[in-house]
């Protein structure tokens, strides 16, 4: 059987009748209402902030493609990697095509039915039974997400003590979730007194929850990390440098539970948080 991406790039050539070819306006298609449900789930799901459901809509061997971010393969991956995310979510098809146990969906995503797509995504598919399961989801935004310097739209600096721990897992998390979100943000690590590298058990924790910090060095924080940036959040720590750029907002988590004694309970306190630091930065 042809693989999935064959699949799509040969209808794209082909140009098969059943496929929906967009007008320039991209105006929405009608769906078939087996493949309408893929759909109508996922948004379920995903409003719900259901990570199960979500990753139940995969084949057991199905990939999340997202923009920022490693491949994810496999149901138990998928659930992992959609846990903590979700909120209001409108998806619509731009075109789709189906051949024997194959097909294809090609549309945007909104907040909401009827507001401008913030985004667009390609759904591969295989039937099982009488039921679509996607195979791969791919998707990003449509804003651009660099400035002109070629720097993030906007930088948010967590801080703490030693800038090997807690600053550097919170970085991780937010820029995952912001990748995950298509929010043009973009977190950096820094410490006030920077240790020489990550402790290996922070480093094989951070590891299995998918981050690669190998050969990563703690930076000290300087003015110029603070300057432009849109958000500082200092976990646990003060420093003089807050004081010299007011114009940064400065927040403050100084519950944090130490990774070093309890990795698991320091991650969740962090991630509890990011969500409401992304929404307080979004339109």
């Not at 769906?31 to 995969?58: G, I, M, N, S």
């Not at 195979?135 to 449509?142: A, H, K, L, T, V």
């Not at 912001?178 to 007194?193: C, H, L, N, T």
Request: glycine share 8%.
């Amino acid at each position: 059987m042809r693989s999935a991406a064959v699949f799509v790039i040969a209808w794209f050539i082909a140009g098969p009748s059943s496929a929906q070819t967009p007008a320039p306006s991209l105006p929405s298609v009608m769906l078939p209402a087996p493949l309408a449900r893929v759909l109508t789930d996922y948004e379920t799901a995903w409003q719900r902030k259901d990570a199960a459901a979500l990753a139940a809509l995969f084949t057991e061997d199905g990939f999340v493609l997202s923009s920022g971010t490693p491949p994810v393969r496999g149901r138990a991956q998928i659930e992992k990697h959609y846990t903590g995310q979700g909120g209001p979510l409108a998806l619509r098809a731009l075109a789709f095509a189906t051949e024997g146990s194959l097909g294809y969906i090609i549309g945007g995503f909104a907040r909401a039915k009827d507001e401008p797509d913030t985004g667009k995504f390609t759904l591969t598919l295989r039937k099982a039974g009488s039921r679509w399961m996607i195979m791969s989801d791919m998707d990003n935004g449509n804003a651009r997400r660099q400035a002109a310097d070629g720097e993030p739209a906007g930088r948010v600096v967590f801080v703490c003590e030693h800038g090997s721990v807690k600053s550097v897992m919170a970085a991780h998390w937010f820029n995952r979730l912001a990748a995950e979100r298509k929010a043009p943000f973009r977190a950096i690590s820094r410490g006030v007194a920077p240790d020489d590298a990550i402790p290996p058990a922070v480093a094989h924790n951070l590891g299995r929850d998918g981050f690669d910090v190998a050969g990563f060095t703690p930076q000290r924080l300087e003015k110029a990390d603070l300057v432009g940036a849109v958000q500082v959040v200092a976990i646990g720590i003060d420093s003089p440098l807050f004081a010299e750029t007011k114009e940064v907002p400065v927040a403050r988590w100084s519950d944090i539970p130490p990774a070093s004694t309890d990795y698991t309970a320091s991650r969740d306190a962090m991630r509890a948080r990011m969500g409401a630091l992304l929404d307080s930065l979004s339109p």
